[in-house]
């Protein structure tokens, strides 16, 4: 138990669905992460968020849509998604960034989501 | 960002000590290294982390050698539940930008 939970554990969609994954902390923590792990890939960054501002945004595709409302939830909503995309969405917390210190972060289990 | 080398795999026995070792020659000055360790269909979990030198805590070791060109990660004694893959990465300063790479994959055997 890491103090992040994400919901739901696993998910099946349509390309045509619209679906949220939602992923809470319990850490006191100001910044969250949307990682993506695919089958035999590194970890892919996503979404950075601090303080409820995104600050990082790797080149994602529009059918992700992120959303911070506070610095203990991040959602991601989903639509019109491809077959590609199925993968292990993982959420991550850190104490904060800037620090000066990298940051250590705090992962929950993921939500494997399959589109067929 | 530096970049980061490690073997994709390796086999051990329970009891042994296992020393994965991790090459990032371009690491910057306020690079911290940090080693994470996954289970399948699990998040990643924080190991062990480190500057310079030697760090120790209650699960590992982590050796940073002067050039900081390079880390290995030692486990002690490992047990058939250390099975899982392990990443090294390299943190730039102040930073949340780090990389995961393919991470090296340790099987260990009974």
């Known amino acids: 138990e890491t103090g992040v939970t994400q919901t739901p554990r696993h998910l099946v969609m349509g390309m045509t669905n619209k679906k949220s994954l939602k992923c809470e902390q319990h850490?006191?923590?100001?910044?969250m992460y949307w990682y993506k792990q695919s089958a035999k890939k590194p970890l892919e960054l996503m979404f950075v968020?601090?303080?409820?501002?995104?600050?990082e945004n790797n080149s994602v595709p529009s059918r992700f849509s992120p959303e911070c409302p506070n610095s203990s939830h991040l959602f991601l909503h989903l639509h019109t998604l491809q077959p590609e995309d199925s993968a292990l969405y993982l959420c991550?917390?850190?104490?904060?960034?800037?620090?000066?210190?990298?940051?250590?972060?705090?992962f929950g289990p993921g939500t494997r989501l399959l589109v067929l | 960002l530096a970049k980061t080398t490690q073997p994709i795999s390796m086999d051990s026995y329970e009891g042994q000590e296992v020393n994965i070792t991790c090459s990032h020659n371009?690491?910057?000055?306020?690079?911290?290294i940090t080693w994470y360790q996954q289970f399948p269909s699990q998040g990643p979990r924080f190991i062990i982390q480190?500057?310079?030198t030697k760090v120790t805590n209650e699960v590992a070791s982590l050796f940073i050698p002067a050039d900081r060109k390079s880390s290995t990660l030692s486990l002690p004694r490992v047990s058939l539940s250390d099975t899982a893959v392990y990443y090294c990465?390299?943190?730039?300063?102040?930073?949340?930008?780090?990389?995961f790479g393919a991470g090296t994959r340790l099987f260990v055997k009974a």
């Open positions: 990465l390299v943190g730039e300063y102040g930073g949340f930008k780090t990389i």
């Open positions: 480190g500057y310079k």
């Open positions: 850490l006191g923590h100001n910044a």
């Open positions: 968020y601090n303080f409820k501002e995104q600050t």
């Open positions: 991550a917390s850190s104490q904060d960034l800037g620090s000066g210190v990298t940051e250590t972060q705090y």
């Open positions: 371009n690491i910057a000055t306020n690079d911290y």
